[in-house]
Nanobody, 120 residues
């Protein structure tokens, strides 16, 4: 199983970016997909998660500015980020809790991270 994140880059404050993360490999089902971020010198923190049914959860810092969505047929999760601030600068990681077979337990997989830099 692999998670491939893309869409990061350099953007000015107030701008927007859309991150994508595609899960591939031997996947039976994906329950929750999410985005986390880690700024230099800080711990990795939750940004947003989305269940297979579409229920979402956001960090307070993301509410009202970021939107998480997913394409269940393609095993892709998106993070649309608007009104970006310099403090949003971080490496953004996607993850997915998934089963590889009908009888396996859910396991958590992580993508490789994509850099988001917001200039002031």
């Amino acid at each position: 199983v692999q998670l491939q994140a893309s869409g990061g880059g350099l953007v000015q404050a107030g701008g927007s970016l859309r991150l994508s993360c595609a899960a591939s490999g031997s996947i039976f089902s994906i329950t929750v997909m999410g985005w986390f971020r880690q700024a230099p010198g800080k711990q990795r923190e939750l940004v947003a998660t989305i269940s297979s049914g579409g229920s979402t959860n956001y960090a307070d810092s993301a509410k009202g500015r970021f939107a998480i969505s997913r394409d269940n047929a393609k095993n892709i999760v998106y993070l649309t980020m608007n009104s970006l601030k310099p403090e949003d600068t971080a490496v953004y990681y996607c993850n997915a809790a998934l089963r590889t077979t009908p009888t396996s337990y859910n396991a958590l997989y992580w993508g490789q991270g994509t850099q988001v830099t917001v200039s002031s």
